[in-house]
Every structure is written in C-alpha cells, then in structure tokens.
C-alpha cells in the first residue's frame, strides 16, 4: 500500500503520468497499473483520463492527498520516536525567497543552531511562489517569502520589512531585472510605471549577480538596501517600495521540537 500511495503522492503532484514515471523512476504503463491498482482498493476514482498524458484530479484525490501529507507528517514522527535511543537528530527543512535566504536568513540560523544543537538544520532558496508550494507538500516545514501569498492549510505572519532602493549607474540604460516571479519584480515593473520607461532589460534570476554586475559598472536596479555594498551608488526611493516579508508553515506541526523551533522564530522577530 505505501508503494501505491507514493505513486499516487507524485502522480497527483505533477498532474501527469509521464512526468510521475520519471520521477519515480519506472515506465508509464506501470504508473497507469498502480493508479487503476489503488482506485479498485479504495474502490473510489481518483484521476479524470482525457486521453493524453494528462490528468484531472477528483475530489476524493483531494482528500486522499491531503491526509496523505499528515500521514506522512505522523510516520516521520513515529521514526524521530523509534530512533530516540540511537541518538538520532531531528530534521528541520527551511526554504527562504532570494533576499530573505542571503541577507535575512543567516543570522536567524546563527541563533537556532545555538539553540538547537541537537537539530540537523537544511536550507534551501527558491522563489515565493515556489516556497509556498513546497511547505504546501511537506517538502520543507517552514518558509519565508516576500509576496503576501497565502492558502488554507498555510499559516502567515508578517515579521520584518525590506527597504528597497535605486542603485547602479544611473547614466546607463541597462537596467537588471530580476524574473517575473520574483518579489522584487513588481516593484521594478512599478516603478517604470511611474517614471515613464520602457529600458533595456537584462533578465537576471539570482540577487548576487544583480550586485556582482552593479559593482562592475553594469546597468541599475531596484535592489533590497541590504545588498548594497561600498562600490555601488544608490539613492532612496519612495515609501510604497518598502516590502513586507513573510514567515509562512503548514497548520499541522508533527513534532514537539519543530513546534519549540516555530516559537522561537516568532520570539526572534516579535510576530504578534
């Protein structure tokens, strides 16, 4: 059964059957057997076939899928009690947005590794968009975005605001750009608005680039203040560029430890 409701787990994920068979690293055919498989156990559809690789979810996948997550929140946590006596360490999966992962991020790990010596910590970056869809499926248990993004079975709360600023050359028309889906790129679209431009862009999707190429004399941007260094020109912009960011988890926190962790962050930036 837990080999069939893996299938399931990836299968509902990426809303393909190839795409699941890559991942899970088997044929289509045996995708397609193990679905068909689990549906005539449950005796329940899970997927509407309309005849191409594509699928469309039922409501009773939703439900599966959505317990499915907890169940797999609840046997992480029977394993974490099982190998208490082996001196096993705690997990705790941490996905931050850009700005907040370089700049932000750093000195609230600083402290939680202080404070939990005995949690194995892992970092990782991605987009808001992104950040939020994976603390949605359990693959990290708590994430910090820059865009108020939010769904039902996530908890946000603002903690710290971002002051973001003009900098570069400003007699260049380059202007670096981070990607649509970036925090930052409203505000740069925004601001062209206003200003009445239409630039030269460069697409950049990475903020240590943006700064690296500003230091060598590249264009300008709109960049967090925290990203600026000694050999960069900047001037301030407006108070609407101030920016929000966001500590977001999941409703349902499977262990003791994760829960001390989720109160400390709160403590740290005094979210009320």
């Known amino acids: 059964m837990f080999k069939l409701l893996k299938t399931f787990r990836i299968v509902y994920e990426t809303k393909n059957f190839s795409k699941a068979a890559e991942r899970l690293f088997i044929s289509q055919p045996a995708v397609s057997n193990q679905i068909k498989q689990l549906e005539e156990e449950l005796t329940i559809q899970l997927f509407m076939r309309n005849g191409r690789q594509e699928i469309i979810t039922t409501k009773q996948a939703d439900i599966l899928y959505n317990h499915l997550l907890n169940l797999a929140d609840d046997w992480e946590d029977v394993l974490q009690a099982l190998q208490v006596h082996t001196n096993s360490r705690e997990t705790c999966r941490i996905v931050a947005s850009n700005t907040f992962a370089v700049y932000y991020l750093p000195e609230l790990i600083d402290q939680l590794v202080q404070q939990f010596p005995e949690v194995s910590f892992i970092l990782d970056m991605d987009n808001s968009e992104q950040v939020l869809d994976r603390i949605e499926k359990h693959q990290a248990h708590f994430g910090f975005i820059e865009k108020p993004l939010i769904t039902e079975s996530i908890i946000r709360k603002k903690i710290v605001s971002d002051e973001l600023v003009h900098a570069g050359d400003f007699s260049k028309d380059l202007w670096l750009v981070r990607e649509e889906h970036s925090g930052v790129f409203h505000y740069t679209e925004r601001y062209f608005l206003a200003q009445n431009l239409d630039p030269q862009k460069m697409i950049i999707k990475n903020n240590e680039m ?49 829960s001390e962790i989720d109160l400390y962050i709160n403590e740290y930036y005094q979210v009320k």
């Not at 190429?213 to 407006?238: V, Y």
């Not at 500590?247 to 430890?257: A, G, P, T, V, Y």
Request: glycine share 4%; hydrophobic share 35%.
């Open 210 to 258: 943006i700064v690296k190429c500003l230091e060598q004399g590249i264009g300008q941007s709109i960049i967090s203040k925290r990203a600026l260094t000694e050999k960069i020109k900047w001037k301030p912009l407006e108070q609407e560029y101030q920016r929000n960011f966001y500590f977001i988890k999941r409703q349902h926190i499977e262990s003791s430890q994760l």
